[in-house]
T-cell receptor, first 117, second 116 residues
Framework: AQSVTQLDSQVPVFEEAPVELRCNYS??????LFWYVQYPNQGLQLLLKYLSGSTLVKSINGFEAEFNKSQTSFHLRKPSVHISDTAEYFC???????????????FGKGTKLSVKP | NAGVTQTPKFRVLKTGQSMTLLCAQD?????MYWYRQDPGMGLRLIHYSVGEGTTAKGEVPDGYNVSRLKKQNFLLGLESAAPSQTSVYFC???????????????FGAGSRLTVL
């Protein structure tokens, strides 16, 4: 069965330190990969996505993720975190052959990033 | 530009009661989804719809029903609520396959349901 594994349920880190949130998936077909972020008491919102092309994708607020097909990973990184990055981060894999989800989006269980001053 | 709106935001039910959660989107999205979020479980798909008048089961459909009578609305119903349905429910929508941005879901703010 297809699955998404986020290896860390909680990641505490000090402000201005680097962080990596890990995501691995299992799939024998081509996939689309996403990171969503959920701030406290809010819905999820897209942080970044990989559909095709360059394996390194970046968000507007300094996060980046690299698609590694051989290791079936899509780890999220930021070189220097802020207090405002405190949130829960979800990795997701879309198994739809042509995109459009159609109910084929699988979410990981989430990683809570806690940034401390 | 409201995006995806869910009502109500909070609700407390007794076991056996029924209720309906309403999701409305104003982005002309074809696809709509209902997820539930439980601690340590991530998001699990309950039901989804790929167009007006169509619905399909997701990963955890038991105990829920849905309807998509209008393109902009997607209703989630609980006919006989159980404590195991205590959760935060999220509605989401997206464009149809092949359309630009088709893979990106827009989420509502969530509806917190407690079943006593």
């Amino acid at each position: 069965a297809q699955s998404v594994t986020q290896l860390d349920s909680q990641v505490p880190v000090f402000e201005e330190a680097p962080v990596e949130l890990r995501c691995n998936y299992s799939s024998s077909v081509s996939v689309y990969l996403f990171w969503y972020v959920q701030y406290p008491n809010q819905g999820l919102q897209l942080l970044l996505k990989y559909l095709s092309g360059s394996t390194l994708v970046k968000s507007i607020n300094g996060f980046e993720a690299e698609f590694n097909k051989s290791q079936t990973s899509f780890h999220l990184r930021k070189p220097s975190v802020h207090i405002s990055d405190t949130a829960e981060y979800f990795c997701a894999v879309d198994l739809s052959p042509y995109g459009g989800s159609q109910g084929n989006l699988i979410f990981g269980k989430g990683t809570k990033l806690s940034v401390k001053p | 530009n409201a995006g995806v709106t869910q009502t109500p935001k909070f609700r407390v039910l007794k076991t056996g009661q029924s209720m309906t959660l309403l999701c409305a989107q104003d982005m002309n999205h074809e696809y709509m989804y209902w997820y539930r979020q439980d601690p340590g479980m991530g998001l699990r798909l309950i039901h989804y719809s790929v167009g007006e008048g169509t619905t399909a089961k997701g990963e955890v459909p038991d105990g829920y029903n849905v309807s998509r009578l209008k393109k902009q609305n997607f209703l989630l119903g609980l006919e006989s609520a159980a404590p195991s349905q205590t959760s935060v429910y999220f509605c989401a929508s997206s464009y149809s396959q092949g359309a630009p941005g088709a893979n990106v879901l827009t989420f509502g703010a969530g509806s917190r349901l407690t079943v006593l």
